[in-house]
């Protein structure tokens, strides 16, 4: 089957397709993702669905930058917090769309639970990163107050997304959406190296030259959110007691 989606895609730009087989539907998303100037946005139906067609992309159209947004594992009120890798997965995706808008040759693939769950607001997100460049100073106590407020958590060793450990002149953090985590070798104030390294083996892999962090959680831990989370609380449940 052959469309011509150069001829379809203007405005308004609402094309309908139905019985595709699978694969071939994500080959008809990176057609349409080559000439759509904002991108594409396809909403899967479930988790297992999106890792299927992000494969298929990878398949059909490696040169397509995709972007994956992955639901909560986890229930409203429920008294289990959601995986930290889909949670590093999803800051890392929504942190790169608010620095950088999406253009020709990009797919957003997220899920219809997914959907419908609030996100930061782009100019939080923007307003959020915290750059480390090799060489350049840097002011310890500025990062760890960053690591602290944005839901990273203090370990003694770095072995997933969200960890950080502070030693002497190291500081080791695991970013959201990173492969590896990284370590910030501190000469002084100054940054001396910085470098990838494996968690299990906790030796180096290879220099960086840049380390963007980003919050790690979706709930910034700011006074003024501190202050509205406790007004909200005692407003619907009344003083806080010690089974709370």
Not at 109 to 120: C, G, S
Not at 126 to 146: C, H, T
Not at 205 to 210: C, L, M, N, S, V
């Amino acid at each position: 089957m052959a469309l011509s989606f150069d001829r379809l895609l203007k405005p308004p730009a609402r094309i309908e397709i139905g019985g595709v087989p699978e694969g071939h539907d994500a080959r008809l998303v990176a057609q349409i993702a080559a000439l759509a100037e904002g991108g594409v946005l396809h909403v899967a139906r479930d988790d297992a669905r999106l890792a299927v067609l992000a494969q298929a992309l990878g398949f059909f159209a490696p040169d397509v930058t995709i972007y994956q947004v992955p639901a909560w594992d986890c229930l409203p009120y429920d008294r289990v917090s959601p995986n930290a890798e889909i949670v590093s997965r999803r800051m890392d995706a929504l942190a790169d769309l608010a620095l950088n808008p999406p253009g020709k040759n990009t797919v957003i693939l997220t899920t219809v639970a997914a959907v419908l769950q609030r996100v930061p607001t782009r100019e939080l997100l923007r307003s959020s990163a915290f750059i480390v460049r090799a060489r350049d100073q840097l002011d310890e106590k500025a990062l760890l107050d960053f690591l602290t407020r944005h839901g990273f958590q203090r370990a003694g060793t770095v072995m997933e997304p969200g960890d950080f450990a502070v030693r002497g002149g190291l500081i080791d953090v695991y970013p959201p959406g990173a492969e590896e985590p990284y370590r910030i070798d501190l000469f002084g104030d100054q940054v001396e190296r910085l470098r990838r390294f494996d968690p299990l083996t906790q030796r180096s892999t290879g220099e960086a030259q840049e380390l963007r962090l980003v919050p790690m959680s979706e709930a910034p831990l700011e006074p003024e959110t501190i202050a509205r989370f406790r007004q909200g609380y005692r407003h619907h449940f009344g003083a806080v007691t010690d089974n709370d």
